[in-house]
Each structure stands twice: as structure tokens, then as C-alpha cells.
């Protein structure tokens, strides 16, 4: 096709476009891409044809007082990560996940509203922070860890959904395992100056390295394939999730749901936490599960492994004992 609009520089003159707005475009197109599997080639060709255009749509500002960012060591974290577009992309759809995660609970209950400005700046405040603390060009602005968060009361077990929602997002950029673990690392180093533990919170039980539980990820990595695995199944119309209405439930629901598996799955791979809920045949006496649905709701699980890139020896260890379920779940059609 033949292009026939205005060259660039007249089509944005006066609009004042700025750097930054140019690469959340940039970041914006390679999410975009991303999210169609296109080959890491093919949008890089792209991204620097469209990067070949800044200088004819990015207008300086008048005042020259913006900061020049230092250059990134291209070894670095950072770079690995993608740089300021991509890194901008994942901090978008992580707070976007993060805000409607009820294991992590936002805004404290409403006690911490954010409108759009308010996302905007607290993106900007992530963006910084991830350079500050993987090598990139821009300087953090904000409040340290421990003065912004006190507080709030933030748990283990909330920060842990925080983590995984960050993993989760990664993962579907499909940033490498070995940058995930790096920047996750960093991530959990902030969790003494964020987390307030409630003076009751349980001591979670020490962790076999070798058990499937470490294997699997360990608690940020569980928690994102449970949340990504109840949301699944409550789309699946062969699960039937709520047996026909019958069993409507609500966000607190869900999220009671999902730290119940949690805790199942920890109890049987030899994670920390102990399992706290109804035996399987009393929760779902009644529910006349058939071994359809079962088989659907198995599969939805495997989906989301595989989505994760759980090897499949771990995938076939978990998946057996949820099999082992069956016996207490499926009421055969009388």
C-alpha cells in the first residue's frame, strides 16, 4: 500500500510531542506486537523503522531544562529488559493487573483511591525505580520503600500476589526466565521495608528446595498460575464454574477461592502453608461435577501451565494429584 497522508514533521507540527511520549507510543506498538507472538526480530525491525521518525515528530521543549538521561550499559538489567519502552509496556499491564488483583488489594480497601493521574505518576515512580535498581538512564524521584508504604498494613501473603502478578505480566512478555528471577530478586528486597506483618501472621513452614513446590516457583509463582487458573475455569463454559448460577460468587469469594488453592497445592507439594479449608467431598457435595467437567477443569489447569512454561515433568506431578481428587469431587449422574 502507498502511504498518502502528510510527511511526519508537518502531520505533528505544534502538537508538542516529548520524548517520553514517543517512547510510551514505542512501548504501547511492542506491547501490542507482543501480544500477536510476533518474532523479537520482526518487531525490532519495525520498532526501528518507526524510531527512525522521532526527530520529525518529537518537539523539544522551549525551556532545554529537561535532564539528559545517562546512557544504559547495554549489558545491563535494563537493556535485557527491553529499556524504557518495554519497560514502560510491562509497568502499564502490571498495575492494570495489580489494581484488580483482591489478593493484593490496592487501594487498602478504598482507603487509597488512584485516579488516572494518580496511576499515571505511580507508573512513572515504577519506571524509575526499575532503572534506579537494574542500570537504566532514569533517576528515581519518589519516597523510599518504607516511608510510602507505611501504614498500610500490607501482608506477606499480599506482597506475595504483588510478586506474582509482576511474574505473571513478564511471563507474557515473554521475557527470559533468568531477567524474571534477577528482576524479581530485586523486587523481593524491598519486602522488609513494605511489608507490616500482622503481630498473629504464622510462621510459614521451611521449604524442601527439591519439592515439587520449590520446583513449581515457589509462592509468587504458585499464586499467578492459580489466579490465571480460576479465571480460566470461570470463563469455561464446560466447567460450568458456578453449576448454573447456583453458586454465584463475588470477588471476595474468588479471592477466599484462590488462597484455598493456594494453600491445597502447598499442602500437597510440600510448600509452607498448611490447607485450611473443607475436605474435597464435602466442598463440592451436591455440585454433581460429572468427569467432564472434571477433564475441563484439568485442562484449563494444563492450559495455564504450559502458558507459565512449567516443565512438563512438574505439569505431570500436579496434574496427578489433582487426578487423585477426582474420587471425592465427580457425583456420578444418578
Do not use: C
Not at 11 to 36: E, P, W
Not at 102 to 126: I, M, Q, S
Not at 207 to 216: E, G, T, Y
Amino acid at each position: 500500500l502507498k502511504y498518502t497522508g502528510k510527511d511526519m514533521k508537518s502531520s505533528h507540527a505544534g502538537m508538542g510531542i516529548t520524548n517520553a511520549q514517543f517512547d510510551a507510543l514505542a512501548g504501547d506498538l511492542i506491547a501490542v506486537l507482543k501480544s500477536y507472538k510476533v518474532p523479537a526480530r520482526e518487531i525490532n525491525e519495525l520498532v526501528a523503522i518507526v524510531a527512525g521518525t522521532r526527530k520529525d515528530i518529537v518537539e523539544a521543549p522551549a525551556t532545554a531544562a529537561a535532564p539528559v538521561p545517562m546512557p544504559a550499559n547495554p549489558k545491563s538489567l535494563w537493556a535485557r529488559l527491553g529499556g524504557e519502552p518495554a519497560v514502560k509496556a510491562v509497568v502499564h499491564d502490571f498495575v492494570a493487573r495489580a489494581a484488580t488483583d483482591p489478593n493484593v488489594d490496592f487501594t487498602r480497601g478504598g482507603k487509597y483511591p488512584l485516579d488516572a493521574a494518580g496511576v499515571a505518576h505511580l507508573e512513572e515512580l515504577l519506571v524509575q525505580l526499575i532503572s534506579a535498581t537494574t542500570g537504566g538512564p532514569l533517576k528515581y524521584t519518589g519516597k523510599d520503600m518504607k516511608s510510602s508504604h507505611a501504614g498500610m498494613g500490607i501482608t506477606n501473603a499480599q506482597f506475595d500476589a504483588l510478586a506474582g502478578d509482576l511474574i505473571a505480566v513478564l511471563k507474557s512478555y515473554k521475557v527470559p526466565q533468568g531477567e524474571i528471577n534477577e528482576l524479581v530478586g530485586i523486587i523481593a528486597g524491598t519486602r522488609k521495608d513494605i511489608v507490616e506483618v500482622p503481630a498473629a501472621a504464622p510462621a510459614p513452614r521451611a521449604v524442601d528446595p527439591k519439592s515439587l513446590w520449590a520446583r513449581l516457583g515457589g509462592t509468587p509463582a504458585v499464586k499467578a498460575v492459580v489466579h490465571d487458573f480460576v479465571a480460566k475455569a470461570a470463563g469455561d463454559p464446560n466447567v460450568d464454574f458456578t453449576r448454573g448460577g447456583k453458586y454465584p460468587i463475588d470477588a471476595a469469594g474468588v479471592a477466599h477461592l484462590e488462597e484455598l488453592l493456594v494453600q491445597f497445592v502447598s499442602s500437597a507439594t510440600g510448600g509452607p502453608f498448611a490447607y485450611t479449608g473443607k475436605d474435597m467431598k464435602t466442598s463440592h457435595e451436591g455440585m454433581a461435577i460429572t468427569d467432564a467437567q472434571f477433564n475441563a477443569i484439568a485442562g484449563d489447569l494444563i492450559d495455564v501451565l504450559k502458558m507459565y512454561k512449567v516443565p512438563q515433568k512438574e505439569i505431570d506431578e500436579l496434574v496427578g494429584i489433582v487426578g487423585s481428587t477426582r474420587k471425592d469431587i465427580v457425583e456420578a449422574p444418578k
